[in-house]
């Protein structure tokens, strides 16, 4: 069978927004069209019967603008703030817009001290499958306002790594400003290749990674590398789509060819709690 095909039986599926995949580049607002949709497509998947889990980000870009900030503090404490204020204004929208499709959804901040502690860790993964069993949608995003530096999770993509880790996903879903994993950057070269489909995450892929793809924001290419091997390593495969045309998170799932797909690979041993506890995915 097409490893393409198999998409069509995933169960658990997370999906992965980035910040600069939910505002409007030209002015830093929310773009409320494309979060109606993917909200529409999420409670579409949640109707077939499957768990849907979102991990988004976008938190201090949405108390910044409602601050009336033309650009990103850096200050660690306003950051903070704008993370605090946006977050709830964040989180209204997402619950608004799932209501209209019948749908409950619910907030989970994380942190990377309790993603590293064992009892933590435990009660996290027992909030979110208890969301699931109750058909809530867990909405996922790094606790902003107390972290002392986003980077720790990359614009969460590696935090959603370990959301797919903890709740048994097999498929995790990144959108994105690039339409899959490309041999070089294809904004600055033509002759980049598109990659359909990965089946190892390995030293020379890595170093590819580093030169391709999105630079925006702190989450770039090589931190969904460093995500595919930590989730493809617990037992779920990986897919970065374009965010820009959402209808792909539906021909994916339909075992259509578009996006890169990492294939999952419980074959070879590998500490995924040690690559996390010491930050081995910002080894860059």
């Known amino acids: 069978m097409d490893i393409r095909e198999t998409l069509k039986d995933k169960r658990r599926i997370v999906i992965k927004v980035g910040s600069s995949s939910l505002i409007h580049p030209e002015t830093g607002d ?7 949709k993917l909200v529409r497509i999420m409670s579409d998947i949640k109707n077939q019967g499957k768990d849907v889990i979102l991990v988004s980000s976008g938190a201090i870009s949405v108390g910044r603008r409602m601050l009336g900030l033309t650009k990103k503090p850096e200050v660690l404490s306003m950051k903070q703030a704008c993370a605090a204020l ?6 209204m929208i997402y619950q608004k817009l799932f209501s209209e499709y019948n749908h409950k959804a619910a907030q989970v901040l994380l942190t990377f001290d309790v993603i590293t502690s064992d009892e933590r860790r435990k009660n996290a993964e027992n909030t979110l499958k208890q969301l699931i069993d109750l058909d809530i949608i867990p909405i996922v995003n790094e606790n902003d306002t107390v972290a002392i530096e986003e980077i720790e999770f990359g614009d969460n993509d590696t935090l959603s790594a370990i959301v797919s880790t903890l709740i048994g996903a097999d498929l995790l879903i990144m959108l994105t400003d690039i339409d899959g994993f490309y041999t070089d950057d294809p904004k600055k070269n033509p002759n980049a290749k598109r990659l359909s489909v990965i089946e190892h995450v390995d030293d020379s892929l890595k170093d590819m990674a580093k030169g391709s793809g999105s630079t925006y924001g702190t989450g770039g290419m090589y931190t969904k590398v460093a995500a595919a091997e930590i989730a493809c390593h ?8 374009s965010s820009t045309d959402l209808n792909l998170i539906v021909r994916l799932l339909n075992g259509k060819d578009v996006g890169t797909l990492f294939v999952s690979d419980t074959s070879t041993q590998f500490d995924i709690m040690d690559y996390i506890v010491n930050k081995k995915y910002l080894e860059n």
């Open 30 to 36: 929310l773009d409320l069209v494309k979060l109606e």
């Open 234 to 241: 617990a037992g779920a495969d990986l897919a970065i789509l």
């Open 86 to 91: 946006g977050q709830g204004e964040l989180m």
